[in-house]
């Protein structure tokens, strides 16, 4: 299993290697449409960076809380989540 796996990532290796030395240049015209799909790569590579960011910011500041004891809900007033049910007959003969 191991030769099999060192075979195939020598042939990838290879391949790519090949690709990467003997590719052909081209030159050709660029469509003005092209950097409008440009920017738009662009800002989902930004976009998605900065939310991988918050993502990774969030959980170390709560692994940093939860080592150093600090409850960021201290302050915070919770609400109860109680559901009440009236039903018509019994509201009708409270407001009676």
């Given at each position: 299993?191991?030769?099999l796996f060192g075979v195939l990532g020598v042939?990838?290796?290879t391949f790519l290697s090949?690709?990467?030395l003997f590719g052909i240049n081209g030159s050709a015209y660029i469509d003005p449409s092209v950097m409008t799909y440009l920017i738009q790569a662009i800002a989902?590579?930004?976009i998605a960076a900065g939310v991988a960011i918050g993502i990774?910011?969030?959980r170390a500041k709560k692994k940093l809380?939860?080592?150093l004891n600090i409850d960021e809900n201290r302050n915070k007033e919770v609400e109860s989540d109680?559901?009440?049910f009236i039903k018509k007959d019994e509201e009708q003969e409270?407001?009676?």
């Amino acid at each position: 299993m191991k030769r099999l796996f060192g075979v195939l990532g020598v042939t990838i290796w290879t391949f790519l290697s090949a690709m990467l030395l003997f590719g052909i240049n081209g030159s050709a015209y660029i469509d003005p449409s092209v950097m409008t799909y440009l920017i738009q790569a662009i800002a989902g590579i930004v976009i998605a960076a900065g939310v991988a960011i918050g993502i990774y910011f969030h959980r170390a500041k709560k692994k940093l809380n939860e080592k150093l004891n600090i409850d960021e809900n201290r302050n915070k007033e919770v609400e109860s989540d109680e559901i009440i049910f009236i039903k018509k007959d019994e509201e009708q003969e409270e407001q009676e």
